[in-house]
């Protein structure tokens, strides 16, 4: 079956730290990628996606991603995290034949500390 | 505004009820999903529906039950049948076709039963 990794479950940071999440996802060809996140008391909302073309995306808030095909990966990245990115963050996947079906990874809680 | 709700926010109910989660969108949108999310799990598909009067069972469908009689709503029936339903359950719309899409969604609805 098709599944998603988060592999880290918590993360605690201090303010300006950078913060890399790893995300991977078995191998089922043709993939689109996202991150969501969702802050406290918020609506889950897209943080970011990858379709084509450079595996290097931008998102909101500074973060970004980049997708290594190789190793069926897409993390997620920020070089200086302030306090407000604390949130949970989930990498999803979507897969050729059913692309708006997303399966999600667990998620990663993120605390960061002034 | 465009955008999705979900009502109540929070719902109670005694253990062998019945109880309805409401699913509204007015963003156009032709598919609806419904995920429920538990800590740890990340989110996982009950249903989803790509057109009017049809769905389609998403990987953890038994205990639920569905109906798209109009394109801008799809309610979730929470049955009697769920072995486990105290979650937190989240609804999501997307346009169907196209190379680029997202995923979009509501507030959520945190069901306790006891």
Known sequence: AQSVSQHNHHVILSEAASLELGCNYSYGGTVNLFWYVQYPGQHLQLLLKYFSGDPLVKGIKGFEAEFIKSKFSFNLRKPSVQWSDTAEYFCAVGYSGGYNKLIFGAGTRLAVHP | ?114
């Open chain 2, 1 to 114: 505004d465009g955008g999705i709700t979900q009502s109540p926010k929070y719902l109670f109910r005694k253990e062998g009820q019945n109880v309805t989660l409401s699913c509204e969108q007015n963003l156009n949108h032709d598919a609806m999903y419904w995920y429920r999310q538990d800590p740890g799990q990340g989110l996982r598909l009950i249903y989803y529906s790509q057109i009017v009067n049809d769905f389609q069972k998403g990987d953890i469908a038994e205990g639920y039950s569905v109906s798209r009689e109009k394109k801008e709503s799809f309610p979730l029936t929470v049955t009697s049948a769920q072995k486990n339903p105290t979650a937190f359950y989240l609804c999501a719309s997307s346009i169907w076709e196209g190379p680029s899409y997202e995923q979009y969604f509501g507030p959520g609805t945190r069901l306790t039963v006891t």
